[in-house]
């Protein structure tokens, strides 16, 4: 038996909410878009959330520049700079 886990769907862990009744119209969601103004601390985490949660569409703005002073607050914008 292996403890590995193989699933095509990103998703399919959120639809498991629609099934037991938690999410009545889980597609709608994908229909969204979200905009989040400031990626630091807090808006970092909210956006990772909202893509887990499955936002079909998310509008990010900073005016922040990517320093070694404010990594701590800009690690996800770094990440998708790198990454994109």
């Known amino acids: 038996m292996s403890a590995e886990v193989v699933d095509s769907n990103p998703y399919s862990r959120l ?6 009744g938690i999410v009545a119209n889980y597609e709608r ?8 103004v400031g ?11 909202l893509t ?3 936002i079909g569409r998310l509008l990010l703005y900073d005016y922040d520049k990517v320093e070694l002073a404010n ?3 800009l690690f996800s ?6 990454l994109f």
Request: charged share 20%.
């Open 15 to 20: 639809m498991a909410l629609q099934r037991m």
């Open 29 to 36: 969601i994908r229909e969204f878009s979200v905009a989040i």
């Open 39 to 49: 990626i630091g601390g807090v808006g970092s985490v909210a956006a990772e959330m």
């Open 52 to 54: 887990r949660c499955g």
């Open 71 to 73: 990594m701590n607050r």
């Open 77 to 82: 914008s770094a990440l998708s700079r790198t």
